[in-house]
């Protein structure tokens, strides 16, 4: 296998997790009762637009536990 081929799985390995954890954290977000510190529509932009960190903040700091 060549090293093109090997990078071109690794970035759609990424890619398809990537999109997996933020379709995770915008369920959960749309069954969240409560969330904190922004609103749900703010929250949404921050998981989308900044995958991963923007769902992993979401899942520490902003969702009710």
Do not use: E, K
Not at 25 to 33: G, Q, T
Not at 39 to 64: C, D, K
């Amino acid at each position: 296998m060549s090293q093109h081929a090997v990078a071109l799985v690794a970035i759609v390995l990424f890619l398809v997790v990537a999109y997996r954890f933020d379709r995770y954290c915008l369920n959960d977000l749309a069954d969240a009762d409560v969330v904190y510190y922004f609103s749900p529509q703010v929250w949404s932009y921050i998981i989308v637009f900044a995958t991963p960190l923007g769902g992993i903040t979401y899942l520490t700091v902003g969702r009710s536990r």
